[in-house]
């Protein structure tokens, strides 16, 4: 099983991907931390994410870059939060894949799925602000659009969290009253 999950920011969908994977019966439960601790306000973002599953067994790995290369346990459940961090650190990180970041973040996320149970990606949803930007940010945009693009398609289902509201796109109402 693969679920793509994505909101904007504060809308719940970090916990509504918990949940998901917590409901999960069978299988080592591993958290995939994607956030390079870069500051202050960083080190604030990783340690409200580790409260949040505390008691919830999961075994965080963190991985910035290479996810490709990632080897996971076979048959666990999978949470990668978030794959927005994980381009932006494929992008500008020294051993990231810079230019080939679509391609290396896709490999990765196909890695996972053939070593997982069930996967759950986080993703955020930036594309319905009215700015306009250029430069490093307009490719950061293309980038994670062509990959939450890529990861739907792949996905047996997509969810969109607002509000703390699941908004099934992929899957659907079965799916739904399973997640409540």
Known sequence: MFTVVT????SGKSAFAENLVVKEKDGRRIYIATMFPY????????ERHR???R????????CYTGLKNLEIPRESCVLLE????????EMFMENG???????????????LRRNCAHLCVVTNEIFSEAATYEG???RYQEYLGQINRRMVEMADQAVEVVYGIPLWFKKGRDEERRAD
Request: with cysteine; glycine share 12%; net charge negative.
């Open 7 to 10: 909101g904007g920011s504060g």
């Open 39 to 46: 500051d202050q306000e960083s080190d604030k973002r990783i």
């Open 51 to 53: 409260r949040m599953r």
């Open 55 to 62: 008691g919830k067994n999961f075994e965080t790995v963190e």
């Open 82 to 89: 978030c794959m927005s961090n994980l381009v932006a650190n």
């Open 97 to 111: 894949a810079g230019e080939y970041t679509v391609e290396a973040v896709c490999e990765g996320i196909q890695n």
């Open 136 to 138: 490093d940010t307009r």
